[in-house]
């Protein structure tokens, strides 16, 4: 069974930074997209990030030019790092892999952003 791991989440004040990461296991990484997803108070769970195999990357517009995805393969690691981050960002994190009709999911790690 696939197994997703997180971790760095945290509690920073507005403007700071985290760096997430989620290390894979059971899976052929290299060959696997990876994803972060949020889940903020009073929302459903949102796309934040993607990352190809190829290392072709995506994001949600709300975290344009502050966040960064990335991976390494050799570790079977995906991180996200966070940059000036707003009260907004507060939330669940979830990693995901995209295995097509059977998506796996870490248990999330909690960000909060204080004001």
């Known amino acids: 069974q696939v197994q997703l791991v997180e971790s760095g989440g945290g509690v920073v004040q507005a403007g700071g930074s985290l760096r997430l990461s989620c290390t894979a296991s059971?899976?052929?990484?290299?060959?696997?997209?990876m994803a972060w997803y949020r889940q903020t108070p009073g929302k459903q769970r949102e796309f934040v990030a993607l990352?190809?195999?190829?290392?072709?990357?995506n994001y949600a517009q709300s975290v344009k030019g502050r966040f960064t995805i990335s991976r390494e393969n050799a570790e079977n690691t995906a991180y996200l790092q966070m940059n000036s981050l707003e009260p907004e960002d507060t939330g669940i994190y979830y990693c995901?892999?995209?295995?097509?009709?059977?998506?796996?999911w870490g248990q999330g790690t909690q960000v909060t952003v204080s004001s």
């Open positions: 995901n892999a995209q295995l097509g009709p059977h998506p796996a």
């Open positions: 059971r899976i052929v990484f290299k060959r696997t997209a």
């Open positions: 990352i190809t195999s190829d290392g072709n990357t």
